[in-house]
């Protein structure tokens, strides 16, 4: 190893690129004493007081990286938050346990080679917490796998094009096999113009599905896929209408494709479908306006008016009774969609919720649906939401991940950064081939799949990870798994 190159590496925690003879007596003995695989123990020793501190200052700073993260991300990676609960039985036994992670054979083990994995994420820069939690979390999966023959190297892109260009120069020029990242879709043209140059394919962490193909890969959770799911469980459930409620920006455009692609598979006529201005100021008329439309407001407020004037003349008890009963009301008759799509997140989700409910779009009559950015346990607190579904990873692992992380560096990292973990774990599989083929396309799009953290998943040859997601419902006592991720790819997701 160069002297650059340690330099690299030095990012990883301290046992894990220890030389084996240290690292892999310490490993066995925390395996000894502890669950299969839960050893995050092991890997906190001789950097704890490091991480700690490292924590506490990350800390300081997290909150302004996450806030600069939303404005870069809203175009592509669902924003996560916390969950507590630690499942029973820890995922990573179907990871690196006796099972394999792909159904069949194992290749035998490499004899002596190293094999050099590049790690293209923003180490620096506006972006640099959610950089280094995703290498926080690869660096337990380098650990797990318990190969010495992997060398990881991280590489900075600054969190721009032309700093990823240059990540991916200097990755390459050291001999990267494969590369994982980069983080941003803007990133990934640079990247994969070198990268076919020398053969190397690159699975990425965007979510940005116009990305993938022609050797590259999109590992995040991709939109489409939300939307699909849980607009199929809701078409089970009996609601067959669905309106839109979308920002103006790519994200939206994404939703609402998916939306219109998923309904002409159900044999579904569309419904409403309005946008608003990413950038609008919480609070404005412009959005009571939206929100008025969208409920077609003013034409069910006329038709109150005129129900009010058919028996407000009446002298009889029950006409009188009604007509009462009808003054308290602003609106009459129902909306024409019984389910709604509402792809936004954090405080503008927690804005519209309520103002859809003040102009009678009626949460108990119409199903609130959400995508990705709803897997936030701050959304119990907003009646409007309560009750509503959105697709995503099974809480169960989403929240063993987190725990895992936590005890190992002390604090909750990013939801996204499961996908470094997954993504490491699967080159280290993929690193027990034979040399020639094992980051060929054929290995990675194998169709059996894999399973990790955020569940199973597996490459189609266009690129873009298909995944089995949970349906989740957004309860007053947190989120609920309606309907459990699948756990094999036999018979096809829904």
Request: aromatic share 8%; hydrophobic share 40%; charged share 25%.
């Amino acid at each position: 190893m160069n002297d650059r190159e340690y330099k690299l590496f030095s990012a990883a925690p301290r046992i894990a690129r220890s030389p084996v003879k240290i690292w892999k007596p310490l490993f066995n003995a925390c395996l000894a004493g502890m669950f299969a695989l839960n050893i995050s123990a092991c890997t906190t020793l001789g950097t704890a007081e490091q991480d700690k501190a490292a924590a506490k200052q990350e800390d300081s700073t997290k909150t302004t990286g996450a806030q600069d993260l939303e404005k870069l991300l809203n175009e592509e990676t669902p924003a996560y938050e916390d969950l507590s609960e630690t499942p029973t039985i820890d995922p990573l036994t179907q990871l690196m346990g006796p099972q394999p992670l792909v159904t069949g054979s194992r290749a035998p083990e490499m004899e002596g080679e190293i094999v050099k994995i590049a790690l293209l994420l923003p180490l620096s820069g506006t972006s640099e917490a959610i950089g280094r939690d995703l290498l926080k979390a690869a660096n337990m999966a380098l650990f797990d796998l318990n190969n010495p023959q992997i060398r990881l190297i991280p590489v900075d892109t600054k969190g721009t094009p032309d700093g990823a260009e240059k990540a991916a120069a200097e990755a390459l020029v050291d001999g990267a096999e494969l590369i994982l990242g980069p983080l941003f879709s803007t990133s990934v043209a640079p990247v994969r113009n070198l990268a076919a140059g020398r053969n190397v394919n690159l699975i990425t962490f965007s979510t940005n599905v116009s990305v993938a193909g022609n050797g590259v890969y999109v590992m995040g959770l991709a939109v489409g896929q939300q939307i699909h799911r849980v607009m199929e469980f809701a078409y089970r459930q009996g609601l067959h209408k669905f309106a839109v409620l979308a920002p103006d920006s790519a994200y939206g455009d994404a939703v609402i494709d998916s939306v219109t692609k998923t309904e002409t598979e159900l044999g579904l006529l569309p419904d409403k479908m309005l946008r608003y201005p990413v950038n609008v100021a919480p609070g404005t008329s412009e959005l009571h306006d939206i929100a008025k439309i969208l409920g077609d407001y003013a034409e069910r407020h006329k038709r109150l008016q005129e129900e009010i004037g058919l028996y407000d003349s009446k002298d009889d008890s029950e006409s009188k009774a009604y007509v009462k009963k009808l003054k308290k009301m602003d609106t009459f008759g129902d909306v024409s969609f019984d389910a709604l799509v509402l792809p936004e997140g954090g405080a503008r989700l927690k804005e519209l919720a309520p103002l859809l409910s003040y102009y009678d779009i009626d949460p108990e009559k119409v199903k609130f649906i959400g995508t990705g950015l709803w897997d936030d346990p701050t959304l119990s607190a907003e009646p409007a939401l309560i009750g509503g579904w959105y697709a995503a990873p099974s809480t169960k692992t989403a929240r063993a991940f987190k725990e895992r992380f936590k005890q190992t560096y002390g604090y909750q990292p990013a939801r996204i950064a499961s996908l470094a973990y997954d993504g490491m774990a699967l080159a280290g599989l993929l690193a027990r081939g034979q040399k020639e083929t094992r980051f060929s396309r054929q290995a990675i799009e194998n169709p059996n799949g894999f399973t990790g953290y955020d569940g199973i998943f597996r490459f189609p040859p266009n690129g873009i990870a298909e995944r089995g997601l949970a349906v989740i419902e957004v309860t007053a006592k947190g989120q609920k798994e309606l309907e459990p991720a699948p756990t094999s790819f036999a018979p096809l997701l829904n």
